[in-house]
């Protein structure tokens, strides 16, 4: 099944790196020393390899040798939203420009006070919103529904050298379900709830959907939960563009109480819209598609 494994790309140690040149030599300059990480990653990363070439020439299409160029194109891309991250933690959030599309949506959901559930993806650099909801001055707390397995030391560095305290909460994920109260209480309190809906472990419940035109497996958790807790539910993607600038999407999710499956469905649509503007966004290293 298209699972993950709970390991995402990255190193502390490519980190710390990425850190003293961003201090040394600045974002841009790093993204050249990024060519040889990507570079590294191109000619000994098979298995991701695989499962990202299957992503571009299977399911968008794209020729044998367009497909392979662009393995090292998604490396990179991905490469320099992890450097725009870390340099947004150690302060240098100025240096980036922001775009805001269906902010609207987001200052309604607070209006009404109800709090509300965000689903996001791992295509983008979702992991930066807060730092636009800082932007546009919304007042809220975010809690983000994780697991165990997705905290680590590299979060904990991102976390020490960060200049300015990050707001978000997590809720962990536990078998006794009581995150659920904590989903309740955050609620609650007019706060927002937000999953990432496109990667489930092994063991985890999970629902299938056709994405890009072959099914796929999704984690149910975040579609059941929002389905039934009878308040707003908007998808948010924090897309990277040229020059250092990101451009913010909401879109509000066509959904019925207790349609888990129609949730998917529209989130689905959404994830694929997104992705037909920035195909070397997508970051699911892994046989997604249960197709290797």
Same mark, same amino acid.
Request: net charge positive.
């Given at each position: /099944?298209?699972?993950? +494994?709970?390991?995402?790309?990255?190193?502390?140690?490519?980190?710390?790196?990425?850190?003293?040149? %961003?201090?040394? =030599?600045?974002?841009?300059?790093?993204?050249?020393? =990024?060519?040889?990480?990507?570079?590294?990653?191109?000619?000994?990363?098979?298995?991701?390899?695989?499962? %990202?070439?299957?992503?571009?020439?299977?399911? =968008?299409?794209?020729?044998?040798?367009?497909?392979k160029a662009m393995i090292f194109k998604s490396y990179f891309t991905f490469g320099t939203t992890i450097i725009d991250k870390t340099a947004i933690s150690a302060g240098l959030r100025d240096k980036f420009t922001y775009e805001f599309d269906g902010v609207e949506i987001l200052y309604k959901l607070l209006e009404e006070k109800k709090g509300g559930v965000l689903i996001s993806a791992h295509i983008g650099n979702f992991e930066i919103a807060e730092h636009f909801f800082a932007e546009i001055d919304l007042d809220c707390q975010i809690n983000?529904?994780?697991? +165990?397995?997705?905290?680590?030391?590299?979060?904990n560095y991102l976390e020490s050298i960060s200049q300015n305290k990050s707001? %978000?909460?997590?809720?962990?994920?536990?078998?006794?379900?009581?995150?659920?109260? +904590?989903?309740?209480?955050?609620?609650?309190?007019?706060?927002?709830?937000?999953?990432?809906?496109?990667?489930y472990f092994e063991g985890v419940k999970c629902l299938s959907a056709t994405?890009?035109?072959?099914?796929?497996?999704?984690?149910?958790?975040?579609?059941? %939960?929002?389905?039934?807790?009878q308040v707003p539910v908007?998808?948010?993607?924090? /897309?990277?563009? +040229?020059?250092?600038?990101?451009?913010?999407?909401?879109?509000?999710?066509?959904?019925?109480?207790?349609?888990?499956?129609?949730?998917?469905?529209?989130?689905?649509e959404s994830v694929e819209g997104m992705l037909a503007k920035y195909p070397l966004q997508w970051f699911n290293y892994f046989d997604f598609w249960n197709k290797l």
């Amino acid at each position: /099944m298209s699972k993950w +494994d709970g390991k995402s790309k990255g190193t502390l140690l490519g980190y710390k790196i990425f850190v003293f040149c %961003i201090r040394k =030599l600045g974002i841009k300059a790093s993204y050249f020393v =990024l060519f040889f990480v990507a570079s590294y990653y191109f000619l000994f990363l098979k298995s991701s390899n695989r499962a %990202i070439f299957y992503y571009l020439n299977k399911r =968008l299409k794209y020729s044998y040798l367009k497909s392979k160029a662009m393995i090292f194109k998604s490396y990179f891309t991905f490469g320099t939203t992890i450097i725009d991250k870390t340099a947004i933690s150690a302060g240098l959030r100025d240096k980036f420009t922001y775009e805001f599309d269906g902010v609207e949506i987001l200052y309604k959901l607070l209006e009404e006070k109800k709090g509300g559930v965000l689903i996001s993806a791992h295509i983008g650099n979702f992991e930066i919103a807060e730092h636009f909801f800082a932007e546009i001055d919304l007042d809220c707390q975010i809690n983000l529904v994780t697991t +165990d397995r997705e905290h680590s030391v590299i979060k904990n560095y991102l976390e020490s050298i960060s200049q300015n305290k990050s707001t %978000i909460k997590f809720i962990i994920v536990k078998e006794d379900l009581s995150h659920i109260y +904590d989903i309740n209480n955050a609620l609650g309190k007019n706060e927002l709830i937000c999953f990432t809906g496109d990667r489930y472990f092994e063991g985890v419940k999970c629902l299938s959907a056709t994405l890009l035109g072959e099914e796929a497996n999704f984690p149910a958790g975040p579609f059941l %939960i929002a389905s039934r807790l009878q308040v707003p539910v908007v998808f948010v993607y924090v /897309m990277k563009e +040229d020059n250092l600038h990101y451009h913010l999407y909401t879109r509000k999710a066509n959904t019925k109480h207790r349609d888990a499956q129609g949730l998917l469905n529209s989130y689905v649509e959404s994830v694929e819209g997104m992705l037909a503007k920035y195909p070397l966004q997508w970051f699911n290293y892994f046989d997604f598609w249960n197709k290797l």
